[in-house]
């Protein structure tokens, strides 16, 4: 395994996802409005006159969905292979490394500091909620449940690295 792959791998994939989210928000800062806290949310509802409606999913968005889950297991699968994973077990460390320090950029950067501290991106009408924002414990509620999930992810991952490559 090359750490100096592994960590650049990890730097670059923070970076790209970053300035993705980032560039959503700023074009549409109610893209991810489901990942606010229920005041920010309720509040942005009200002050807009709207109320909450879970948007249906359409086939569309379930195939754009389907593709870009498949398109990132074979990213990932190709990431890890990269970084020198021969073995099941040494793809499987390696993705479940990627999933914890994207989730953990994701919350300790993106979610602590950058969001609520810019407030470009914050919902329109919840500008003035910056105790609301700086809700640190809501958004490492969010990411506690997905860590399982990675390690499904890292499995499924690990057995198309070993069978591709």
């Not at 790209?16 to 409005?33: A, Q």
């Not at 870009?68 to 190709?78: E, G, K, N, R, V």
């Not at 003035?128 to 640190?136: G, N, S, T």
């Not at 506690?144 to 991952?157: K, Q, R, S, T």
Request: overall charge negative; some cysteine.
């Amino acid at each position: 395994m090359s750490v100096s792959i592994y960590v650049l791998e990890c730097v670059v994939m923070c970076a790209v996802f970053g300035v993705f989210v980032f560039g959503m928000l700023l074009v549409n800062p109610v893209s991810f409005i489901g990942d606010y806290p229920p005041e920010i949310q309720a509040q942005y509802y009200s002050s807009q006159h709207k109320e909450a409606v879970k948007e249906k999913m359409t086939f569309i968005t379930i195939l754009r969905k389907v593709i870009a889950i498949i398109a990132f297991l074979f990213l990932f699968a190709w990431m890890a292979h990269q970084a020198g994973a021969e073995t099941f077990v040494d793809g499987l460390l390696m993705l479940y490394g990627y999933m914890l320090v994207l989730a953990a950029f994701d919350t300790c950067f993106l979610d602590w500091v950058l969001f609520p501290n810019i407030r470009r991106v914050r919902l329109p009408g919840t500008e003035h909620m910056d105790r609301e924002y700086h809700q640190k414990w809501f958004h490492v509620k969010a990411m506690l449940p997905e860590v399982p999930v990675f390690a499904v992810g890292g499995v499924i991952i690990s057995l198309m690295m070993t069978w591709i490559w």
